[in-house]
């Protein structure tokens, strides 16, 4: 079952998430993720953000050291293990949704990272904000290809990003909603490519990660997008 923790923000419950590698038995990390269950902020642990998560802390040898930057970041999942992990992280979501920012804060106050920056980034906005960030060689989001209407707005934001760092890479995971969404015309448009992962390969084939109930039965995928080279 699922450990929880109290914590000092009300309304807030403290979710524990446990990642264990069989390459390595000895090797483990716990992160606390307060979530607020109201269900008309939404701001919880999804789906697809622990199979991200689980990406982040295979690849954790990968990424000590690494400029990282959550998308979207929401109660930071990924970016709070990418910290943990010993990368140089940024945290980020809406600016119009300083609630969404302070949920951010409260899961780097809640496992003790007190040099993780968040910062408010509205997506498809070209801001002063965005392109003052430094150069970032990962960029992480989990669901943020949620509604079609968005998906534009998040690779115009990645591909500012590529102006610092062409070789940047787009780590991101989505649950499967519609058979219909597609954002090949997209990535063309933008000179980009994408790489699907399978979650076998970082063993996230499986119902139940980290010690929690998630992925459950959602169908998610994992993709690395990056700058279109040519053939």
Same mark, same amino acid.
């Given at each position: ?14 979710? !524990? =998430?446990? =990642?264990?590698?069989?390459? /390595? ?13 109201? @269900? ?7 789906? &697809?953000?622990?199979? +991200? ?17 959550? +998308?979207?970041?929401? %109660? /930071? ?6 910290? #943990? ?40 906005? %070209? ?5 003052? +960030?430094?150069?970032?060689? !990962? ?11 968005? =998906? ?13 760092? @062409? ?19 997209? +990535?063309?448009?933008?000179?980009? /490519?994408?790489?699907? !992962? ?18 459950? &039965? ?8 990056? #700058?279109?080279?040519?053939?």
């Amino acid at each position: 079952m699922m450990e929880r923790r109290e914590t000092e923000t009300e309304g807030a419950d403290c979710r !524990v =998430f446990t =990642f264990k590698d069989p390459r /390595s038995p000895q090797e483990s990390l716990s992160v606390c993720i307060p979530e607020v269950l109201d @269900p008309q902020y939404g701001m919880y642990v999804w789906p &697809s953000a622990v199979v +991200l998560a689980q990406y982040v802390w295979f690849h954790r040898e990968q990424l000590r050291g690494r400029a990282v930057l959550e +998308l979207g970041a929401g %109660v /930071s999942l990924p970016g709070v293990v990418a910290a #943990r992990c010993g990368a140089d992280v940024i945290l980020s979501d809406d600016a119009n949704k300083p609630a969404c920012l302070e949920n951010c804060r409260r899961s780097c106050a809640a496992n003790g990272l007190q040099d993780v920056s968040v910062r408010g980034l509205s997506w498809g906005e %070209v801001s002063p904000d965005l392109l003052l +960030l430094p150069r970032r060689d !990962v960029v992480l989001g989990s669901d943020v290809f949620y509604d079609p209407e968005d =998906f534009e707005d998040v690779l115009v934001t990645f591909v500012c990003l590529l102006r610092k760092n @062409p070789e940047a890479q787009f780590w991101t995971t989505y649950q499967v909603r519609s058979a219909d969404w597609s954002m090949e015309a997209l +990535l063309h448009r933008w000179g980009l /490519s994408c790489v699907p !992962v399978p979650l076998a390969d970082f063993d996230a084939d499986q119902s139940e990660l980290a010690g929690s109930t998630l992925p459950g &039965s959602h169908s998610i995928q994992m993709m690395i997008v990056s #700058r279109r080279t040519a053939d």
